[in-house]
């Protein structure tokens, strides 16, 4: 399948992906070409487990085809590919390769998914390349039917195992390190905890209505923004406001510094007759680092009942540590979108002034951020 176009992404952007942003930063690329060429790209893994009614645990484990050229007949995770290109892809998107690839390999469905969350980032090192890999966790219903692709897997030896034969497999067989170490893993950790099996279990999930917590970059701040903290504060009494890449300032993604963001939203609130005794502003320093995140942003933050974004990335990092999900609140995600804002100030398109509060337009032009976005180059966001 050389044909396929896959993302690709160069060595000093990889650390980005850490931070959930993706599309800004990967490009397409013929598969054969990028392997030849040893391009960095993005892959899945997905590793899927089945819980009986008594509560014990199987694993689904493949063993690779021998017509395989890379590592024929070892162990590996349950299903695994590249991703493909597609333009803005995010997080939703390669979930949706990772349920297309357990489909192709296991014939897997995505209606027999009772859950598939995205688990970690890791970066594993192929033949002169970087590949990233996303790695998933599926839950399935331990009476499901496989139906293993003999093009892609050794059938007999494809299926669901228990915990002490996936030890055994582990130890002594061939297997895919990369895999290995992820099952080896999963094998130490408290499953049910993962997939919130059961939820009493889980002291974060809160039910109160106090303290929201709402994160973005507003770089700059919009309308859609405005909607999205206006519809907060009519649930929460009080809204803790991360700004995040708070490090970054003067390159195209991010020309605003985090003092100039603040004054966006304070602003904008004030004008709006909310003061500074409903809402306060943290800066949130980009770690990358996924599995560490969530706990750097607590650091900074500290408590709060629940968490509001519409980033897909950002969601499942909060929803991993058990937090409650704020309501996704979505207002004309295309015209209210921070990046279509910074496009049409580049392109000196006049119609960016109605998508951003007044106070802030006026902001923008007394912190020459016109000009700014501009002449900024290309350049990558460095720590």
């Not at 959930?20 to 060429?37: C, L, N, S, T, W």
């Not at 892809?89 to 690839?101: T, V, W, Y």
């Not at 999930?205 to 973005?216: N, Y």
Request: aromatic fraction near 12%; charge should be positive; glycine fraction near 4%.
């Amino acid at each position: 399948m050389d044909e396929e176009i896959i993302a690709c992404i160069s060595d000093e952007n990889i650390k980005f992906l850490h931070s959930g942003q993706i599309e800004k930063y990967v490009f397409p690329m013929d598969r054969g070409d990028a392997h030849k060429k040893g391009i960095n790209h993005l892959i899945i893994r997905v590793f899927v487990i089945a819980v009986t009614p008594n509560n014990q645990i199987y694993y689904l484990v493949q063993k690779r085809s021998k017509m395989k050229k890379s590592f024929p007949e070892y162990y590996t995770d349950s299903a695994s590919g590249h991703v493909l290109y597609k333009k803005n892809l995010n997080l939703s998107d390669i979930k949706e390769e990772a349920k297309r690839e357990l489909t192709e390999e296991f014939g897997i469905l995505p209606k027999h998914l009772e859950k598939l969350i995205f688990y970690d980032l890791n970066s594993e090192e192929d033949e002169g390349s970087t590949e990233i890999a996303y790695i998933f966790l599926g839950l399935v219903n331990h009476g499901i039917e496989l139906k293993p692709n003999p093009n892609e897997i050794e059938v007999g030896s494809s299926r669901f195992y228990t915990k002490s034969e996936l030890s055994a497999i582990l130890k002594k067989e061939k297997s895919v390190v990369y895999s290995s170490l992820i099952w080896n893993k999963l094998l130490l950790v408290d499953l049910d905890e993962i997939f919130r099996l059961y939820t009493s279990k889980n002291k974060k999930i809160s039910s109160k209505k106090d303290v929201a917590l709402f994160l973005g970059r507003f770089q700059p701040l919009h309308h859609g923004h405005i909607y999205m903290l206006n519809k907060i504060l009519k649930l929460y009494k009080f809204i803790k406001i991360g700004v995040g890449s708070s490090q970054f300032s003067k390159t195209k993604i991010n020309p605003f510094t985090y003092e100039e963001r603040v004054n966006f939203i304070t602003s904008a609130l004030n004008k709006r007759g909310i003061t500074s005794q409903r809402f306060s502003i943290y800066p949130i320093p980009d770690i990358f680092n996924a599995s560490e995140w969530v706990n750097h942003v607590i650091s900074i933050i500290g408590n709060f009942d629940a968490i509001f974004s519409n980033s897909d990335w950002v969601r499942q990092l909060f929803q991993n540590e058990g937090y409650t999900l704020g309501e996704k609140i979505g207002i004309f995600k295309k015209k209210y979108n921070a990046s279509h804002v910074r496009k049409l100030i580049s392109k000196d398109n006049k119609n960016w002034t109605i998508l951003v509060p007044k106070e802030v337009a006026n902001l923008i032009k007394d912190y020459d951020g016109i000009e700014r976005i501009r002449i900024l180059p290309n350049k990558v966001d460095s720590a």
